[in-house]
């Protein structure tokens, strides 16, 4: 009778109070370089180190530049706030003895696409991070959320978060996408259903025959946006795909791999649990989405009319006039009326071996329109950036004019040298169309690496099918 | 320092989703310190140039069209909000900014999960009130500033003589900012029992402790 979440916050209960607060024990902790300088110093303060130092991974991803080449150091970082970020994580990880793996690490990458592929992320774990995407391991069938920088303190000095168990919702996503429409455009969907706040106070489980049939890669992306849905946790049942995806990245004996197998195969919900909110969504019928507005749920079918005052509610009008005014939407009446400036290949949404894939099958002896000022495509990790030059992607890419990047979170936010210039229209695989969020000004369009990258073959939005 | 009433005229933003990245943008994330954040406070719209870190408010360009630039809002502690404040990423940095601007509470219809927590680390009590009585806050607002009276001990938010407004939160987090209490000092009490749960978790879970 219990959810797959349930099940998770039962087995790392530590303790209970007499309010809705509870003591949960965290397995994983992943830091990075923005959300821990005040948490460690918070430490230092109190006198106290780690609670249980294997349980942290680290790494740079926010600030690092993209156009690094090999023998680049921290120090190298042009930018003087960047560089005291970053190098402030060096100084906090050697300090305190916790694995990082450095801006001059082979292995470096957007901390959600490294975790899973170096096998830190194991099924049943509860995993926290200063970051709110921490939402994609629960792909994993673990329970992972997004915390506060108090919390990142809090953890490290305890290993328990103190949090108050979420209401369960799930969503089933039935059937077969048609060509063209992939794991980014099924979880768009959902959140212009359900609105950005429709999964607020929810752990949203993701079932159906899609799920089933979806590689581990395409349930990251979906897990990754449930915080787009306001569901601080989103998660996906243990199954043989994602036990295959462990044995390969981990490296756990065959022992214990059997052993934790035992116990992994029981996070599932069971078939009587009851949950408190319930979407059935039909993928069969579902065409490519992108946002037109500044808010993840502003999303249309890509030939879809963007709306206008007199589709919305009442209350949600003035809403609409200020997003269509920020995105200088005054003269179009589909998104093919626009023309875009940049295009972005990247971001932990979307810089997965599986998405470079996607998105090189379709440009394939194209160019990149001239009207396009910059088409990045920026690997989510060292490794991925490995595997997708072993396949011969990153040629396709160069060869068609795109630029091949070294990992990071890159023009996903504008904290590092990868940014819009103001009224620059971008093209974005990213997971956030907010005002602002890919640099001043800037008008951010999300949408899948495929349909990102005939974006920028064409300049405008196309059709991908 | 204890507080146990917060006060003052009460500033109406009528917007829907603002998000942390609105309340401050990415920019400012790259100070390690924890406090000196006020002058970023909804930066993008609250000045009319582009900011840096560790510029000051009197070195920009004021929008006077923004609520927070004009009196007697300048000095609001209440900041008044829609639906789903704090949505987004997870930086705590929204609520120290909100704090830094000197806002002890801000009252909307839901709020975002992580933003939510964050805000009782930080001295920043967040109210969640019916879209009814959200209305009537704005309704009120829109004929004359408003001062109101938020009691934490009593959860209820008056304005003026006549109109109380309870609302709801758990005492707990209540607590902390009464008395602005310090969580990890707080768990460190229960240290035995996370003790007693590592050792037999670590027997029921060994790969995990490899
Ligand atoms: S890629 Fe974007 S969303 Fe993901 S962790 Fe980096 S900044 Fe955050």
Redesign the pocket.
């Known amino acids: 009778m219990k959810t797959l979440y349930d099940k998770l916050w039962d087995d790392h209960l530590v303790q209970t109070y007499e309010s809705k607060e509870a003591l949960v024990y965290i397995d994983r902790h992943y830091l990075?370089e923005v959300t821990s300088p005040q948490a460690f110093e918070g430490l230092r303060h109190k006198n106290l180190s780690p609670w249980r130092l294997n349980a942290n991974v680290a790494t740079p991803?926010?600030n690092v530049p993209t156009t690094r080449g090999d023998s680049f150091k921290a120090e190298s970082i042009e930018d003087e706030i960047s560089k005291i970020q970053v190098m402030e994580l060096d100084k906090n990880c050697n300090e305190f003895k916790i694995l990082q793996f450095d801006i001059e690490s082979k292995e470096q990458g957007?901390?959600?696409v490294m975790g899973p592929e170096l096998g830190y992320t194991l099924p049943g774990m509860t995993i926290v991070c200063g970051?709110?995407?921490t939402s994609t391991h629960g792909a994993f069938g673990c329970l992972a959320m997004g915390i506060g920088t108090s919390e990142v303190e809090h953890v490290l000095a305890t290993q328990c978060l103190k949090t108050s168990k979420l209401q369960n919702m799930q969503v089933l996503f039935q059937g077969k996408p048609q060509e063209g429409v992939t794991s980014k455009d099924i979880v768009l969907h959902l959140i212009k259903l359900i609105g950005t706040a429709g999964g607020t106070g929810h752990a949203i489980e993701f079932a159906g025959s899609y799920i089933d049939s979806a590689s581990m890669e395409s349930r990251m992306t979906i897990c990754?946006m449930a915080i787009e849905a306001g569901a601080k946790v989103g998660l996906i049942a243990v199954d043989q795909t994602t036990l295959n995806y462990v044995r390969e990245h981990s490296d756990m004996t065959q022992e214990d791999f059997e052993h934790a197998q035992n116990f992994w195969t029981t996070l599932h919900s069971d078939e009587d649990a009851i949950f408190n909110k319930k979407i059935i969504i039909d993928v069969g019928t579902l065409k490519p989405q992108v946002t037109w507005g500044t808010s993840p749920e502003m999303t249309v079918d890509f030939d879809e009319n963007i709306p206008n005052e007199s589709d919305v509610p009442l209350d949600q009008v003035e809403n609409l006039k200020l997003a269509k005014m920020y995105m200088g939407l005054e003269k179009a009446t589909t998104l093919k009326d626009l023309s875009f400036d940049r295009v972005f290949i990247?971001?932990?949404?979307n810089?997965r071996i599986e998405d470079l894939r996607s998105a090189a099958s379709v440009i394939k002896g194209q160019k990149v329109s001239s009207n396009i000022i910059e088409a990045i495509v920026v690997p989510?990790s060292g490794l991925v950036k490995a595997q997708a030059e072993k396949e011969g992607l990153d040629k396709i890419f160069e060869d068609a004019g795109f630029l091949w990047r070294d990992p990071?979170?890159?023009m996903?936010?504008g904290?590092n040298p990868d940014q819009l210039k103001p009224y620059e229209r971008c093209a974005s695989t990213?997971?956030?169309n907010f005002e602002g969020r890919q640099g001043n000004l800037g008008r951010t369009h999300l949408m899948s690496p495929m349909m990102a990258a005939l974006t920028a073959i064409n300049g405008i939005i196309t059709d991908p099918s | 320092m204890s507080s146990e009433i917060i006060q003052g005229v009460v500033a109406p933003f009528d917007r829907d989703n603002i998000d942390t990245d609105q309340i401050i943008p990415t920019e400012y994330l790259k100070s390690i310190k924890k406090f000196g954040f006020g002058d970023y406070l909804f930066d993008g719209w609250r000045y009319l140039d582009k900011g840096l870190l560790g510029m000051t408010s009197n070195q920009r360009e004021i929008n006077i069209d923004f609520i927070l630039n004009q009196p007697p809002f300048q000095d609001s502690q209440i900041l008044l909000a829609r639906d789903n404040f704090g949505c987004g990423?997870s930086r705590e940095h929204a609520a120290w900014a909100l704090r830094d601007f000197g806002f002890k509470a801000v009252i909307a219809s839901s709020f975002g999960d992580i933003f939510y927590n964050n805000c009782f680390k930080n001295q920043v009590l967040p109210i969640q009130l019916s879209k009814k009585d959200i209305n009537i806050l704005f309704e009120l607002s829109a004929q004359s500033p408003q001062n109101i009276s938020i009691s934490l001990v009593s959860k209820e938010l008056t304005v003026g003589s006549d109109i109380s407004i309870p609302f709801n939160v758990d005492d707990n987090l209540l607590n902390r900012i009464i008395h602005n209490l310090d969580d990890v000092d707080i768990t460190m009490k229960d240290k035995g029992s996370i003790e007693a749960f590592e050792l037999s978790y670590s027997q029921k879970r060994p790969w995990l402790f490899k």
């Open positions: 990075h991803d926010h957007i901390v959600h970051d709110s995407h990754n990247g971001s932990c949404t810089s989510g990071g979170c890159s996903c936010l904290m990213s997971n956030r | 990423s």
